[in-house]
């Protein structure tokens, strides 16, 4: 006869076991996010505010008591409309959720951060409220669009960035001012420039506040228990986190970007990380469909900032745009309906095709695609340089989620370490390899 109780008693046990295990695995994660979250401030004896101010990287600003949000200024908050940059009150409307959200998990002040003008260039190139600069060396930019958020989460370990990004705009200012640049997928900004490309981003100086501010945000919060599940297996031996390389990079993506030498870096900083014995390193071909995509994704964003721009920006707020923005969105208005679907549906084939390139595994290239940090003097030359974002607009156009991980192997000539950008259909898988890496390198 069965012991039907015996046989329950060892089932319960066996669960109980499992379970501890788990908890035990978990625990492990959340010791290596601790240990990689120490991460500061630039060191300086001046507020916050008054490093913000000589930066231009705040439009307004109230020292963090606590912690505290840096707000991109296309957000508009409830006593004060965006201005996208351009001094103008542009948007008016309710909070976004996401700052509700974060609002009520601590974040009490709110500081409204500058950005490059209408979120169309990457370098942190403002000609109306001063070109927001480098927290490391004033002669360089933070980088944009969302530089100021950035430049501001880089100065204080308790400020996190609030930005969007719809080709590189929270990861490449992370890039240039060391800090963790996150993507997200499904959370729009309240008027996206780009509706097919833009997601909201975060940016913070230490992981530990990232993941904090993620628990928050309902798109993420489900993926933060599995990342730390996941680093704690991959410290046991247990489980290895899959990454891919692409094979011909040199070939596509380095080809096109505006130097060679990130891609250089980053075979640098990707050989540790391969041979750590936590990650899985493939290579796959991309088949040169970043140098394909290229055209119809700068129709498509090109079209949609037009509208989407025309909606907010009048008259005047047209007469403080460069000529150059003018011609830009002049050229994204002439582009047909006809025209547009048609890059459309050519984006989505692309997109698929890097979505089986890609699979679960995490795609993993440059962030930057210059040399180094930009001068002040080279911020309007490469504003609306296409080559600024070969590598970071990989992920917009697949929609994948896509982290920014400073690792300090080499220091860039204004002072910020490399960093390596990694893109993934899967946000804990991203998350879990950006707390290893960092781990690997502290």
Not at 140 to 156: I, P, V
Not at 179 to 196: A, C, D, F, M
Request: charged fraction near 20%; proline fraction near 5%.
């Amino acid at each position: 006869m069965v012991d039907g109780r015996g046989v329950l008693e060892r089932l319960v046990s066996g669960i109980e076991a499992s379970r501890r295990r788990l908890e035990e695995y978990m625990t492990r994660g959340r010791e290596v996010l601790e240990a990689t979250s120490g991460r500061q401030g630039v060191e300086s004896p001046e507020s916050v505010c008054s490093r913000a101010r000589s930066l231009n990287a705040a439009i307004t600003c109230s020292e963090p008591g606590g912690k505290a949000l840096a707000v991109k200024d296309i957000f508009p908050l409830s006593d004060a409309p965006a201005g996208f940059g351009t001094g103008r009150p542009l948007l008016s409307g309710q909070e976004h959720p996401v700052i509700s959200k974060l609002r009520r998990s601590g974040y009490a002040q709110v500081i409204r951060a500058n950005m490059d003008l209408l979120s169309l260039s990457t370098t942190g190139f403002n000609p109306v409220l001063g070109n927001v600069l480098n927290p490391y060396n004033e002669k360089y930019t933070a980088g944009g669009s969302s530089g100021g958020s950035a430049a501001l989460s880089r100065l204080h370990p308790r400020v996190l960035g609030l930005g969007s990004d719809a080709g590189g705009s929270i990861r490449i200012p992370a890039a240039y001012t060391g800090v963790y640049g996150l993507k997200l997928v499904e959370t729009k900004p309240p008027l996206p420039i780009s509706p097919s490309m833009e997601a909201i981003g975060l940016t913070s100086s230490s992981l530990g506040l990232l993941y904090d501010a993620l628990s928050s945000i309902e798109e993420a919060s489900p993926s933060i228990s599995p990342s730390l599940l996941l680093v704690g297996l991959a410290v046991e031996g247990l489980a290895e986190i899959p990454i891919t390389i692409p094979s011909d990079m040199e070939e596509t993506l380095c080809k096109d970007a505006l130097s060679g030498e990130p891609c250089e870096i980053f075979h640098r900083d990707i050989s540790r990380v391969a041979g750590s014995g936590y990650f899985s390193v493939s290579e796959a071909r991309l088949g040169g469909l970043a140098l394909q995509y290229e055209r119809p994704r700068a129709a498509v964003t090109l079209h949609e900032a037009a509208y989407s721009i025309k909606a907010i920006c009048r008259s005047e707020c047209m007469e403080r745009l460069p000529d150059e923005l003018r011609g830009i969105l002049k050229l994204g208005s002439s582009i047909s309906g006809e025209a547009y679907s048609l890059a459309k549906r050519t984006l989505e084939k692309y997109s698929l095709a890097i979505e089986a390139l890609v699979g679960s595994s995490i795609l993993a290239t440059p962030v930057i695609a210059t040399e180094g940090c930009i001068t002040e003097e080279n911020a309007a030359r490469y504003a609306y340089s296409r080559k600024m974002i070969v590598f970071t607009s990989i992920a917009n156009v697949a929609g994948l989620y896509s982290i920014t991980v400073p690792v300090g192997s080499k220091t860039l000539d204004c002072g910020a370490p490399s960093s390596i950008l990694l893109s993934s259909s899967r946000l804990e898988n991203i998350l879990a390899a950006a707390v290893l890496i960092s781990w690997l390198h502290q």
